[in-house]
């Protein structure tokens, strides 16, 4: 499912990409922008529960996006287990950044 976000130029967002952390694999950023910072909170590493999971259920893991310029760009992550070299599956999260 696509996902796309919009925030002011200089005002971070959020966005969360399911995670299967109990069988190893976790999101990396693989291309971005130029003009476009992404950080994620505490390194990457915590996987955040879904409410009321059943053990095995998907986690998320949350990334903070914050464009410098208004315009559209393109992010892409890739899931994959670090001993791994090719990715799981790929996210694209189209980020939108209006005018402050």
């Known amino acids: ?10 005002v971070p967002v959020e966005v969360a ?40 259920s998907p986690g998320r893991q949350v990334f903070r996006l914050q464009g410098a310029q208004p315009g559209t760009y393109v992010i892409r992550f890739d899931s994959r287990r670090p001993w791994e070299t090719a990715a799981a599956r790929s996210e694209l999260v189209t980020f939108i950044v209006t005018p402050p």
């Open 17 to 56: 990409l399911e995670r299967y952390a109990t069988a190893g694999y976790r999101w990396e950023l693989a291309e971005a922008p130029a003009g476009v910072a992404v950080s994620a909170p505490d390194g990457g590493d915590t996987a955040v529960a879904a409410a009321a999971a059943a053990p095995g």
């Open 1 to 10: 499912m696509p996902i796309a976000v919009t925030a002011a130029a200089g």
